[in-house]
């Protein structure tokens, strides 16, 4: 702590007419954060939030080398079977996948170990299966399983930092920020349950910022809420091949 969020942020349409309205999503986010009781901390303690538009995988790729972060939230068009539409280039996650896996452990080899990619959001079309490929490499990605309107995509990153910034797990802010628009998938190599991106101890000792941690003295979710077949989260295997469920 404090870590980063790096945005990226693609529309290969017409510039003129967007399809997506990556501008409205990101301020939504970094309004999420300032909204939080996490913001009301000292600056050298607030998290980053950065913004990289219209860029290719290399360009990515040199940007998670520079600000290290914890989240990368992209938004853009995705193909079923085919890729992500990055800047004047599709990419397959399968063949990004090597370079994630690489920093990572990388990351997780320095002395003190640097921050490491946990979370990878593809806020897009028929990603879900994009997300599932990644899990290779990170504890959690999140998908969409359909095509999504993008002003539910712009309410589903919205309703999802909002809680993740106050201190609420994965799995509940996700549950949440399901709410609009049921298509979303959470994929896990971990128990999402019992992961915070901002830890009870990095919002501020005010009485106004007081929080309960939702895993505190909890049980862990029941299996009608992590099942496949559910109507909630979906946990494509990992979890009971963890154990965990």
Same mark, same amino acid.
Request: net charge neutral.
């Given at each position: 702590?404090?870590?980063?969020?790096?945005?990226?942020?693609?529309?290969?349409?017409?510039?003129?007419?967007?399809?997506?309205?990556?501008?409205k999503?990101?301020?939504?986010?970094?309004?999420?954060?300032?909204?939080?009781?996490?913001?009301?901390?000292?600056?050298?303690? &607030? %998290?980053?939030?950065?913004? #990289?538009?219209? /860029?290719?995988?290399?360009?990515?790729?040199m940007? $998670?080398? !520079?600000?290290?972060?914890t989240?990368?939230?992209?938004?853009?068009h995705?193909?079923?079977?085919?890729?992500?539409?990055?800047?004047?280039?599709?990419?397959?996650?399968?063949?990004?996948l090597k370079?994630i896996?690489?920093?990572?452990?990388?990351?997780?080899?320095?002395?003190?170990?640097?921050?490491?990619?946990?979370?990878?959001?593809?806020?897009?079309?028929?990603?879900?299966?994009?997300?599932?490929d990644?899990?290779?490499?990170?504890?959690?990605?999140?998908?969409?399983?359909?095509?999504?309107?993008?002003?539910?995509?712009?309410?589903?990153? &919205? %309703?999802?930092?909002?809680? #993740?910034?106050? /201190?609420?797990?994965?799995?509940?802010?996700?549950? $949440?920020? !399901?709410?609009?628009?049921?298509?979303?998938?959470?994929?896990?190599?971990?128990?999402?349950?019992?992961?915070?991106?901002?830890?009870?101890?990095?919002?501020?000792?005010?009485?106004?910022?007081?929080?309960?941690?939702?895993?505190?003295?909890?049980?862990?979710?029941?299996?009608?809420?992590?099942?496949?077949?559910?109507?909630?989260?979906?946990?494509?295997?990992?979890?009971?091949d963890?154990?965990?469920?």
């Amino acid at each position: 702590w404090p870590f980063t969020i790096l945005f990226v942020g693609v529309d290969n349409g017409d510039k003129l007419q967007p399809d997506l309205n990556l501008k409205k999503e990101f301020e939504s986010i970094e309004q999420a954060y300032k909204e939080s009781t996490a913001y009301h901390v000292a600056k050298e303690r &607030r %998290l980053v939030i950065k913004h #990289l538009s219209f /860029s290719k995988w290399a360009e990515v790729m040199m940007q $998670i080398r !520079r600000e290290m972060p914890t989240v990368l939230h992209l938004g853009l068009h995705a193909r079923k079977g085919v890729g992500l539409e990055l800047f004047q280039q599709t990419v397959n996650p399968r063949e990004i996948l090597k370079q994630i896996i690489a920093w990572n452990s990388d990351a997780r080899s320095r002395s003190p170990p640097r921050p490491e990619i946990r979370l990878i959001v593809l806020n897009a079309c028929e990603s879900d299966a994009h997300a599932l490929d990644l899990t290779k490499g990170v504890d959690f990605a999140i998908g969409h399983r359909d095509p999504v309107n993008d002003g539910n995509a712009i309410e589903f990153s &919205r %309703l999802l930092y909002d809680r #993740l910034f106050d /201190s609420t797990t994965l799995l509940d802010s996700f549950n $949440i920020a !399901r709410s609009c628009c049921k298509g979303y998938r959470l994929l896990a190599n971990k128990d999402p349950s019992q992961f915070c991106l901002v830890p009870l101890s990095a919002q501020p000792a005010t009485p106004h910022a007081s929080v309960t941690s939702p895993a505190a003295g909890s049980a862990m979710p029941t299996t009608e809420a992590i099942t496949p077949d559910s109507d909630s989260t979906e946990l494509v295997r990992f979890l009971k091949d963890e154990k965990l469920s």
